[in-house]
């Protein structure tokens, strides 16, 4: 008989390195914690993201069209430093193609591309497939917690907020599961990180304008979990996706940026919204995602 581990976590996100960005010392968190099992599902391989290393660029889709392949190793990698063992693509690796996105107002607000590929994971009726692919995976693993985006996808893009979209109808199709979040930045804790990045003048990224990166009000964060232990855990699985992240860690504090160059820094706290469910009474901020989860 194959015994069940006491706490099941799943995590949801669109693209390769989603789960390093958002969620990464969180499933490192409790990929160490004993009796827990800690599930990743990755809808799509990430084709349409912008390539950093000048020598890898001809991946790109205007090129030879082969990130996705090489993504898949990247995350393979991050996974590996982050101690995940259960990492599955929705539908299978390439079901769906990342949809791609379109810049839309300030900021990093992004949109919904005018012409999507055929196999776009944000097309809508590729829906109740990826729901039906979701619930599979569900039925399978049995989570108590599941973790992926809010409504507006953190900043817009078609891919996450599909990505929330699924999950919350496919959660609402499988019984056991206790509670649901979607990541978050608070306005407070991005405003300290950034505070503390103009110390280090050898900064290689440019600081973002007010309001460029997106974050919530602090009343919103439901959760905080305190990731410092997993710190050199987080950063290897940033410089493995090095098709889309560069980490500047060479002293403290550590600052990373994505293809456009803007500077965000390495919080230690990540921090989550919970959407549905409930935790223990009388808490301000929960500091486990299975607070008032009954094994």
């Known amino acids: ?106 900021g990093v607000r992004a949109g919904l591309p005018d012409v999507l590929h055929p196999r776009a994971f944000a097309a809508p009726a590729a829906f109740d497939e990826q729901v039906d692919a979701l619930v599979a995976v569900l039925d399978e693993v049995r989570p108590q917690v599941v973790l992926s985006y809010g409504a507006d996808g953190g900043y817009g893009h078609p891919d996450h907020i599909r990505a929330h979209d699924i999950t919350a109808a496919a959660t609402a199709r499988v019984p056991g599961v206790r509670k649901r979040y979607a990541t978050a930045v608070s306005c407070s804790a991005l405003a300290t990180g950034l505070a503390a990045l103009p110390t280090d003048p050898g900064l290689p990224f440019r600081l973002p304008g007010p309001d460029e990166l997106p974050s919530v009000p602090d009343a919103l964060i439901t959760t905080r979990i305190d990731v410092r232990a997993h710190r050199c855990a987080r950063i290897a699985a940033m410089q493995a996706h090095r098709t889309q992240i560069s980490v500047h860690a060479s002293g403290a504090p550590i600052a990373y940026a994505m293809s456009n160059g803007v500077a965000q820094p390495l919080l230690d706290i990540e921090e989550f919204v919970l959407v549905e469910g409930s935790s223990e009474p009388d808490e301000q901020a929960e500091t486990d995602l299975f607070a008032g989860v009954d094994p």
């Open 1 to 106: 008989m194959v015994s069940v581990p006491l706490h099941r976590l799943l995590l949801v996100h669109a693209h390769p390195d989603d789960e390093t960005l958002t969620t990464g010392g969180t499933i490192a968190r409790y990929a160490a914690a004993p009796d827990t099992a800690v599930t990743l599902v990755t809808c799509t391989l990430g084709e349409q993201g912008e390539v950093i290393p000048p020598t890898l660029a001809l991946l790109g889709p205007d090129h030879a069209d082969q990130l996705g392949g090489h993504r898949i190793g990247e995350l393979a990698d991050a996974c590996a430093a982050l101690g995940l063992r259960d990492h599955r693509f929705l539908g299978g690796a390439g079901r769906w193609r990342d949809s791609g996105m379109v810049l839309a107002g300030h």
